[in-house]
């Protein structure tokens, strides 16, 4: 276990509802960019490699880049790095991993393709 995966589960222990604190706020700050058709699912009887998932649909490739930008500048001012990126080249399909929330920013055609609510349909949804 890294030390930062260490550190994430001593969160966890000390704060059980911080994980879902950091959904709700990573789900906030897409919807200010104008993120559309926001979707939490709540993958902790799932899966264990995070608690959370935001599926997030961007207009265009822009947009999807300044939903991105815009959550990982607001989390690391509070020193918070994603344990991964990927696809922010292209911006098609855009994820963010902050270990207890995957943040995935979709255009349309990418959300409509890969289709994760779909593929986890069994996973409860988080309102918001």
Same mark, same amino acid.
């Given at each position: 276990m890294s030390e930062?995966?260490?550190?994430?589960a001593r969160t966890r222990e000390e704060q059980p509802d911080a994980p879902e604190a950091l959904t709700r706020r990573i789900a906030a700050m897409a919807?200010?960019?104008l993120g559309e058709d926001i979707v939490v699912l709540d993958m902790r009887e799932l899966v264990?490699?995070?608690d959370f998932l935001v599926l997030v649909t961007a207009r265009n490739? +822009? %947009?999807?880049?300044?939903i991105i930008d815009d959550v990982h500048i607001q989390l690391k001012a509070e020193g918070m790095l994603p344990s991964r990126t990927e696809g922010v080249q292209e911006a098609r399909w855009?994820?963010?991993?902050y270990l207890d929330c995957v943040l995935h920013v979709?255009?349309?055609?990418a959300r409509e393709h890969y289709r994760l609510e779909?593929?986890?349909?069994?996973?409860? +949804? %988080?309102?918001?």
């Open positions: 930062r995966e260490a550190a994430v919807d200010e960019k264990s490699y995070t490739e +822009r %947009l999807a880049k300044a855009v994820l963010l991993d979709f255009v349309p055609e779909q593929l986890w349909g069994e996973a409860p +949804r %988080l309102e918001l």
